[in-house]
């Protein structure tokens, strides 16, 4: 156990003595010095590879805590389980080398996880070395409201190379880039979306539950619309929800959501909202929320719903796939690509600005998310569909590789092929506020308590309230 | 509805149609009472999958296999639980001795700023407990209180909702004549509060004890913007952090048992303190 | 200390001890609510809320934000939707707490197991107002079970959207705020009622008094210190009424914001930790709080007299 925590920590400093050694403006710090006893160790070191081509030089960590803040488990297993040298002590402590890690996770209810990450950024400056947040987590929605800001350091100031996340999907870099261009975070996960379709209700009543021809009738919105309709004849919503399209349509926006300062409705966005009402109107799909009861009601044959968008995770962990009456065990779904590619979820790793870890929050950075052998391992171990083209691409040539609930179906290359077209440059830092006023407040439109004038009216009110910069 | 029963049956009906029309009511207010716990109950036996299918008034088998995850889980439900206990717990207790002590203040002494400090608290239950919450918060990082339970449980002390309470159930059940009496009998003002007072005052302190053990056992915001170590959170932290695990770990089976776990104490404290409510052990003091 | 006490034994002397008492109550109260309060007044006249995670001000604004929260009418229907809410939860509340302690309180009655009855009908507060919360929404979807109750006896023919119309998503709020409260109300009311001499009771009894006689002449009046502390406290809830319509509607008040209380409008100035329009807001409810509270308070006391 000593022997290989002591390898792990010589392979960390051995990273650290080769960015510095390969650095441009070099200034080798003394204690990295037993790099070079470590070569034998270079198996556990795959990174060291990598980092050949830095160019940046990254001060020493002087740090001896390493705070990391964030809202439920899942970061905290991925470290335990796949890098390596850390050492879990109890639920909130663990131990890099002598750096002493110490998490801090507030869960996300009621917004109490920003709220606490932004007193503790916004007290950075002034709090003790070992109290500084070092490395914090995001999601999409609101991620630039962290990363365009001076709070979160430049993935290139903990020595991260472009040539490191060059194997990363283009969207999870254009989620945490900021608005001067430069890359502020990184994510292990790629969380590209499908359509999953129902094959029964496919073979009922498009005739085949054959991917080829499912897609033929899905392949841009207005086919989607009018097979929506044949649907409903047949007896089946098209989707559960009216929110179920809505991030489709919401990743590829082409004006971001406020302009200058005023509130912008994308055409893409008003077109979801015509077609959706149209849907509602006609009984083609509910008006429930996501995760409702009414929602997951199509997980099972008698819900009667033809088809959910979703990325892998929400496909194998939350289609009830171990309840054996679902759609899911059976493999009664299919995946196609669907009218537009779309992401859902994932988390990025970000850099505190202010910590006395960079090389080590660089250390982590690079393991977890360019790392392929690590990366393979999650996939093994964790089931995630990782953020590594390379990894994903071997994966969906694989013949022998099927997903039982989609009937043995290997959709991975239609999941990377719909993320390839996903442009996100358009994202805003008021995403996160403006995608759920509008939803809520385009409900009570299609739910037929407000003209759309009115509902308008209903989410510009709501999107001041929380912005109270912004104008209509 | 059972109002305009009530009112039409007052004068005319006899007593044993009146006895079935309470009863009618009550068992049908039992039954809206109860059936929560029956489906809370229900849903903790059930597995994820289940309870994604909706409702069910049956039983299933899962109740092992969720308790046991949620025991062996990530979150410290055990420690979650002795700290909900050390946080309501306390926060029950002083609060009560304090606003009981505080309203007796008012009750039997006679000073110059009574009136105006009596206003003042009463002015004081009036403030929305929002807003001031993050103004609170701010003051709790400033004394470098955050991440204790003494910021939970200290400003308990000053709850101007029970020192009321215990002000209003003074006016009509603690004669001045009893305190008179000690004095005579040459009892300290102390003592006379603690062992004659007090006593008088058990319902009502029941009452406000029960009261402020559950909105403190209950409470999820404050405690979610001041504890961070995961070893001093409490129970509805811990029952919130479930439902916002990643999906490889959400599992509604969980979130039920905990609710459960997190509901079955109250309920023991509850039945413990309601006796004295029921039961009315202090009736016979105030006669005098 | 308390044996000198004794023998200076003068009314003055005593009411020293006022003060005492009143030593750790007023300390807690200054340091943990009234520079909070003080903070909240004082935000009230700047502008100050967070950009992202960028601080915005605080600037001197004057009563702009008196101004604004006044002036987008949007205070008028938040305040109505919070008292017709209120009143619609609280008349049933207090009526079915008044039955209950009368019937309890019968000695005519001689209800059986009224202890059990005493102990469950306050049980419903000990769930946890989320959880409450996650079971009406199963309860009420639309592939509910009480949907599916009401198309078996043919009722409805299509499931009913109880959180999308004004009407049953208020209703839904009424029923769950009664629910949870009104065994507190009744537990109140019976402790005030344990204070009440049971001599009275009995001396009425001997005179031939009826039930009905001995509740209205006796009970209620001697209930009055207890009954107008349920009211104002009722009433400040109600006027802060929060938790339970924010959860069932996700903190928007469906539909189109009609079950939209003052506090959670409050609340979603929070969002932007905007302290000076929350402030305004709140300094708002404050006075009418007190306005309102001091109506009941010298209403009820009024006629003591």
Known sequence: ?472 | ?288 | MAKEKKKTSKVVRYNKWGYIFLIPFITIYLIFNMIPLITTIYNSFFENYRQGIIQVGPNWVGLENYITIFSNGDIPKYFSNTIIMWIFGFIPQIFLSLLLAAWFADTRLRIKASGFFKTVIYMPNLIMASAFAMLFFTLFSDSGPINSLLMQIGLISEPYKFLSHTISARGLVCFMNCLMWFGNTTILLMAGMLGIDSALFEAAQVDGATSTQVFFKITLPLLKPILIYVMITSLIGGLQMFDVPQILTNGEGNPVRTTMTMIMYLNKHLYSKNYGLGGAMSVFLFIVTGILSLIVFKFTTKKED
């Open chain 2, 1 to 288: 509805m059972p109002n305009e029963e009530y009112n039409s049956v007052e004068g005319g009906l006899g007593i044993a149609a009146r006895r079935v029309i309470s009863y009618v009511v009550l068992i049908l207010l039992t039954f809206l009472c109860l059936f929560w716990f029956y489906i809370l109950f229900i849903n903790s036996t059930r597995s994820h999958a289940e309870l994604n299918r909706g409702f069910t008034l049956l039983p299933s088998s899962h109740l092992m296999t969720n308790l046991d995850n949620v025991l062996h889980g990530s979150q410290p439900i055990l420690s979650g639980l002795k700290n909900s206990f050390i946080v309501a717990g306390l926060a029950a207790v002083l609060c009560t001795y304090f606003s009981t002590m505080t309203a007796y203040a008012i009750h039997v002494y006679d000073f110059k700023a009574k009136k105006a400090i009596f206003t003042f608290i009463l002015a004081v239950m009036m403030i929305p407990t929002q807003v001031t919450a993050l103004g609170f918060i701010r003051l709790i990082n400033t004394i470098k209180l955050q991440d204790t339970l003494i910021a939970l449980i200290v400003p308990a002390i000053a709850a101007p909702a029970t020192f009321y309470y215990m002000h209003q159930y003074m006016e009509s059940a603690l004669p001045h004549a009893i305190v008179e009496a000690a004095r005579i009998d040459g009892s300290s003002e102390w003592r006379t509060f603690n062992t004659i007072s007090l006593p008088i005052m058990k319902p009502a302190i029941a009452v406000q004890m029960i009261f402020t053990f559950v909105f403190n056992w209950n409470n999820y915001f404050t405690p979610a913007l001041i504890i961070k170590s995961e070893n001093k959170k409490t129970l509805p932290i811990l029952i919130a952090q479930l439902r916002s695990a990643d999906f490889l770990k959400f599992d509604m089976g969980q979130v039920y048992v905990s609710i459960a776990l997190s509901i079955a104490p109250v309920i023991v404290v509850y039945l413990c303190l309601s006796r004295y409510i029921v039961a009315g052990v202090a009736v016979g003091s105030v006669k005098g």
């Open chain 1, 1 to 472: 156990m000593k022997k290989k925590l002591l390898s792990a920590l010589l392979s960390v400093a051995m990273v650290s003595a080769l960015l510095a050694g390969c650095g441009n403006k070099t200034e080798a710090p003394a204690a990295e010095a037993p790099a070079a006893e470590a070569t034998e160790e270079t198996a556990e070191a795959p990174a060291a590879e990598e980092a050949v081509e830095e160019a940046v030089t990254v001060a020493e960590d002087t740090g001896k805590v390493l705070n990391i803040y964030c809202w439920n488990e899942e970061f905290k297993s991925r470290l335990t389980d796949h890098y390596p040298g850390y050492t879990e002590v109890d639920a909130t402590h663990g131990t890099i080398g002598d750096v002493e890690v110490v998490w801090n996770i507030t869960p996300s209810d009621d917004n109490a996880y920003q709220n606490n990450l932004d007193e503790t950024l916004l007290a950075q400056a002034d709090a003790a070395d070992d109290d500084k947040i070092d490395l914090f987590l995001v999601e999409a929605d609101y991620a630039l409201k962290y990363v365009d800001t001076e709070y979160t350091l430049p993935v290139a100031d903990c020595g991260i190379t472009d040539a490191d996340v060059a194997e990363q999907y283009q969207y999870t870099k254009d989620v945490v880039t900021d608005s001067n261009g430069q890359l502020k975070g990184v994510s292990w996960q790629g969380c590209p979306g499908v359509l999953v379709y129902n094959r029964a209700a496919a073979k009922e009543v498009l005739g085949s539950d054959d991917p080829a021809a499912v897609q033929e009738a899905v392949k841009d919105w207005d086919t989607f619309k009018a097979t929506a309709a044949t649907m409903k004849e047949a007896g089946y919503k098209m989707t559960a929800t009216s929110n179920d399209a809505y991030r489709v349509f919401s990743n590829n926006v082409t004006s971001k959501w406020v302009e200058d300062g005023k509130i912008n409705i994308d055409a893409n966005i008003k077109a979801w909202v015509d077609m959706t009402k149209e849907m509602v109107d006609a009984g083609e799909t509910g008006t429930a929320d996501l995760w409702s009861d009414d929602w997951s009601a199509g997980f099972y044959p008698e819900g009667k719903v033809f088809c959910y968008f979703g990325p892998a995770w929400l496909i194998d962990f939350c289609m009830a796939a171990d309840d054996a009456a679902s759609i899911a065990a059976q493999g009664g779904w299919g995946a196609v690509k669907g009218p537009q590619g779309f992401f859902w979820g994932g988390t990025w790793i970000c850099a505190a600005a202010g910590t006395d870890n960079a090389n080590l929050v660089g250390d982590i950075m690079r393991q977890l998310t360019c790392n392929p052998d690590i990366m393979i391992e999650i996939v093994k171990a964790d089931n995630d569909f990782v953020n590594n083209k390379t990894a994903m691409d071997t994966m969906a040539a694989d013949t022998t590789y099927g997903d039982a609930v989609l009937g043995g179906q290997n959709a991975l290359g239609l999941f990377a092929e719909g993320v390839a077209s996903v442009d996100l440059s358009n994202l805003s830092n008021y995403d996160q506020g403006c995608n759920e006023s509008f939803q809520q407040a385009m409900k009570e439109y299609f739910e037929g308590n407000a003209t759309y004038d009115e509902a308008l009216e209903l989410f510009y009110k709501s999107v001041t309230e929380k912005y109270p910069e912004l104008t209509y």
